[in-house]
């Protein structure tokens, strides 16, 4: 293996547009996941032509460069406007915002930018030294294993926020209710479509979570009198210091790594490897009704996993030439178009591909830790204009990164529609956490259960007797318990009476007082 990495180290300083490459490509992955609706997929599918100047180690190197990038960019708007660039941000804007607004923008962003580059570089690790093993255990997860994980994510809920738990179990629930919309995934029937034709694919999840966050934010600000929320705003990224850092190690060795397996696992991706982190920091975090608040462990979390998860995903590409997400099924195109099939010989018959590109993924996470600096300042400059622009602005970017998509105007209607749904949720004081979360780990739980018990012959005890499955089953509900007890001794202690995601004040990003 050692003499593979020399070769690959010789065919890159060799090839010293390898180097150039992979920095222009982490500014372009930045700026397309900084963008709501672009995200990294589009990036990665519109450079796949001009893979063809290059030979195909440049190639992927540059496809890899935008696939790092673009999962770090959408922190920005997460944290910046209450708008996910890409969905595995998501995560990132319920406390990244919420920590924005108390003024500390700035260091916001530096967690978000750390704990990305930290994830970037685990996984990156992970890859270079555990390829093949992690490929082979990601195989032993059938239906009933990825049933239990969602469940594990989903269970979370009961410890999110320090509001009503019936709020956050209605919320859930209301998540998990929206994801039944559509075409029964295993019997083919419409389910609450209505009669609408544009229903029967689903509620599309980038419609929905940009409603959710970008919409609902634009209706808040509109609704508050305070014109304080004009502030004009100069924010500058500040890493965290070493204390910070050391009070958030566990959080990121632990995101890190799940981050990592989740990714390797075929289908899943980058953004469910960040909710179920997400989940459980705060299951794990002795103050977990700060959640929702600006906690910075929030943010460390979703955006360490889901840049641990490039990865991880990069495993199943290169090991077994199966896609682990949906952006490496395009990169997975791209390296077929240029007759590389990706497999377990791949690494035999064309090693300096495969190590130029672990290599190059770790070049390009510690790139984006410099680059990034700079880019979320440049971004932060709209934060100079008056919100009577920007509101307008990010409604019709949002618009139109939506309908980009998939060229339908019904994936338009379904994000105003969702702004109001997560405006009201808002007003009510339920949690979007726990909405979010049934939303995407809703159909993850649905369509693996049911294929589980197809494949036991509709017989439960068999998904309860696996090992993991089992294992993971009975953790959720011990930490369902839990989570229950924790919220009951809270609200008695009388801490923290607040909602995970209260009606914001006037929003204000503070200007200055924030290092670079």
Not at 155 to 179: C, D, Q, W
Not at 212 to 237: G, P, Y
Not at 459 to 466: G, S
């Amino acid at each position: 293996m050692l003499e593979a990495y020399v070769d690959a180290l010789a065919y890159m300083a060799g090839n010293p547009i390898t180097f150039v490459l992979i920095a222009a490509s982490v500014v372009w992955g930045i700026a397309f996941g900084a963008v709501p609706g672009l995200t990294g997929i589009v990036g990665v599918a519109l450079l796949i032509p001009f893979t063809f100047l290059f030979d195909p180690t440049e190639g992927l190197l540059l496809l890899a460069g935008v696939y790092v990038g673009s999962t770090f960019g959408g922190s920005i708007s997460a944290i910046l406007f209450n708008t996910p660039g890409s969905p595995e941000a998501a995560c990132t804007a319920l406390d990244g915002y919420p920590m924005a607004k108390r003024g500390e923008a700035g260091k916001a962003l530096g967690i978000a930018l750390a704990s990305s580059a930290i994830g970037g570089v685990f996984g990156t690790i992970v890859l270079m030294l555990l390829a093949p093993p992690m490929a082979q255990l990601a195989l032993q997860f059938g239906p009933a294993e990825y049933f239990a994980l969602a469940v594990l994510g989903i269970t979370a809920i009961a410890s999110i926020g320090s509001g009503s738990i019936l709020k956050g179990l209605v919320a859930g629930l209301l998540g998990l209710a929206v994801a039944t919309v559509g075409l029964d995934p295993i019997t083919g029937m419409p389910r609450y479509t209505f009669g609408s034709s544009e229903l029967l694919t689903g509620i599309g999840f980038v419609p929905a979570i940009i409603g959710v966050f970008a919409l609902a934010e634009v209706l808040q600000r509109v609704s508050e009198s305070d014109r304080s929320a004009d502030a004009i705003t100069n924010v500058s990224t500040k890493l965290p210091s070493l204390a910070e850092f050391m009070a958030t190690r566990y959080t990121l060795l632990r995101s890190s790594a799940l981050g990592s397996f989740i990714g390797a696992l075929p289908g899943v991706g980058a953004t469910t490897a960040a909710f179920i982190s997400y989940s459980e920091a705060v299951r794990w975090s002795r103050r977990p009704e700060r959640f929702g608040t600006g906690e910075p462990e929030g943010i460390a979390a979703p955006e360490s996993a889901n840049n641990a998860a490039v990865g991880g995903s990069m495993i199943p590409l290169l090991a077994l030439g199966i896609p682990g997400s949906a952006t490496t099924a395009v990169m997975l195109g791209g390296l077929t178009i240029h007759g590389i099939v990706p497999g377990p010989l791949l690494m035999q018959q064309n090693p300096i591909l495969v190590f130029s590109v672990f290599i190059g993924m770790m070049l390009a996470n510690l790139l984006m830790l410099v680059i990034g600096i700079r880019a979320a300042r440049y971004f932060a400059l709209v934060l100079r204009a008056p919100y009577a622009l920007v509101g307008p602005a990010i409604v019709v970017m949002c618009m139109t990164g939506v309908y980009a998509i998939n060229s339908n105007v019904a994936d338009i209607a379904i994000m105003l529609a969702f702004g109001v749904v997560g405006f009201g949720l808002r007003r009510l004081g339920y949690p979007i956490a726990c909405f979010i979360i049934g939303l995407v780990l809703g159909p993850i739980a649905e369509v693996s259960l049911r294929q589980g018990l197809i494949l036991s012959d509709r017989d439960f005890v068999e998904i309860l007797t696996r090992p993991i499955a089992g294992t993971l089953l009975l953790l959720s509900v011990l930490s369902l318990l839990y989570g229950i007890y924790g919220q009951y001794r809270r609200k008695n202690g009388g801490q923290g009476l607040g909602s995970a995601n209260p009606a914001p004040p006037a929003a204000k990003v503070r200007a200055g007082g924030e290092g670079t």
